[in-house]
């Protein structure tokens, strides 16, 4: 027998290189590392007229900016403090009359392979349409709102329907159970919780509407409002005329037109709450600015 050896062999490593083409390097907006690293060495030498100038170029301010950075709180720094934007406008509005709003926005591959294409024009009526049932359900600036729901388009627009009404909204994965649900809820004072009736994984229905209704159940829970269900399958869920709507409701024939709400950067667009060295929940949130253009 031989003897024992602690060393260890990989057989999955791997150095192969694959350079993009020059038609990709072309097009891409960092033409490659050598453009990559002067980026990198002119956000050294000025962070601050760095990040200043990314947000004139990248961003449409309804309201521009004097101010970059104000250090004046340390460590609650405010960026772009003086200005106003929306995260949905910049998202969807500023490419409406550009070549850029029959573009596809979104391709989505549903549980059974089929294959939905949205594009930024059609993104932004949705998204209206939406923010306007939000609306109409009470939901306003300021507020947050917990979205536990399945990979769709509808997802998408929830986020940007929030945003666009100057609502934070909180991400839940729609793998969590009842329990962690209600925390989250809690920790972010939600006024509402979009979700499905069910969620497709691998052929099979999952719950997330009776997990929803699990969570609330649990206490604490009494700064909700309303429940909004999106119909993802053909099974039926318990629905609380009260509190719970369908989606897409009965808005679904109103404007598709949703002017959006401004907002100073430091306002939160969202917020998710990771697991804490204990376990429990700790709240983090991404400002309007850091959202569309990245300094957190």
């Given at each position: 027998m031989s003897a024992p050896s602690s060393a260890i062999q990989s057989t999955l490593v791997e150095n192969r290189v694959f350079e993009p083409s020059d038609a990709t390097v072309k097009a891409a907006r960092i033409s490659g590392m050598d453009a990559y690293n002067a980026l990198c060495a002119e956000a050294e030498q000025d962070f601050e007229g760095f990040w200043g100038k990314r947000a004139r170029e990248v961003l449409t301010w309804h309201k521009p900016f004097t101010k970059v950075l104000d250090e004046s709180n340390k460590p609650f720094y405010k960026w772009f403090e003086d200005g106003e934007l929306n995260a949905s406008f910049n998202c969807l509005d500023r490419h409406m009359g550009t070549p850029v709003e029959n573009k596809t926005a979104i391709i989505f591959e549903a549980d059974d392979g089929a294959v939905t294409k949205v594009t930024y024009k059609e993104l932004l009526a949705k998204v209206s349409q939406f923010a306007n049932a939000l609306k109409a359900r009470g939901v306003k600036k300021g507020d947050r709102v917990v979205i536990y729901m399945p990979m769709t388009i509808e997802g998408v627009v929830a986020m940007q329907a929030c945003a666009r009404i100057g609502a934070t909204h909180s991400v839940v994965f729609?793998?969590?159970?009842?329990?962690?649900?209600?925390?989250?809820?809690?920790?972010?004072?939600?006024?509402?919780?979009?979700?499905?009736?069910?969620?497709?994984?691998?052929?099979?229905?999952?719950?997330?509407?009776?997990?929803?209704?699990?969570?609330?159940?649990?206490?604490?829970?009494?700064?909700?409002?309303?429940?909004?269900?999106?119909?993802?399958?053909?099974?039926?869920?318990?629905?609380?005329?009260?509190?719970?709507?369908?989606?897409?409701?009965?808005?679904?024939?109103?404007?598709?037109?949703?002017?959006p709400k401004w907002s100073v950067p430091s306002i939160p667009c969202s917020c998710f709450t990771p697991l804490g060295p204990q376990a429990s929940p700790r709240a983090c949130s991404t400002a309007q600015a850091a959202t569309c253009c990245g300094p957190t």
């Open positions: 729609g793998g969590f159970s009842a329990k962690a649900l209600q925390e989250r809820i809690q920790d972010a004072g939600a006024v509402a919780v979009i979700t499905a009736n069910y969620q497709m994984r691998g052929g099979k229905e999952l719950p997330l509407k009776a997990i929803v209704d699990e969570g609330i159940a649990m206490g604490g829970c009494e700064s909700i409002k309303t429940v909004i269900v999106f119909q993802r399958t053909q099974t039926a869920v318990n629905m609380v005329a009260a509190v719970t709507s369908p989606w897409p409701m009965p808005w679904r024939d109103s404007p598709p037109t949703a002017r």
